[in-house]
């Protein structure tokens, strides 16, 4: 079992940046791809970023060039940082391991308020 917390989520002006953390514990070792989702108000979840390495990533459309994912694998977290963010941004948002996505945190609020 893999268990993931996020932290860092919280109320921002338009224009800001946050940066969400995701600890991860448990079986961990051989866990490679890890990645945020979002799911906002009446929405699916949706993709916001998913890592491999630091060399294979994606992102979505809407956030590529204002959002960066990594990882430290010595602390076994997982980053987000999340820069110029919109009010469309507004979501909870979710760590994930696994590919497909198989455990999942309990997920972290970020509201931008415009």
């Known amino acids: 079992q893999v268990q993931l917390v996020e932290s860092g989520g919280g109320l921002v002006q338009a224009g800001g940046s946050l940066r969400l953390s995701c600890a991860a514990s448990g079986s961990i070792f051989g866990i490679v791809a890890m990645g945020w989702y979002r799911q906002a108000p009446g929405k699916q979840r949706e993709l916001v970023a998913y890592r491999i390495t630091d060399r294979y990533t994606n992102y979505a459309d809407s956030v590529k060039g204002r959002f960066t994912i990594s990882r430290d694998n010595a602390k076994n977290t997982l980053y987000l940082q999340m820069n110029s963010l919109k009010p469309e941004d507004t979501a909870v948002y979710y760590c994930?391991?696994?590919?497909?996505?198989?455990?999942w945190g309990q997920g972290t609020q970020v509201t931008v308020s415009s």
């Open positions: 994930a391991a696994g590919s497909p996505a198989r455990y």
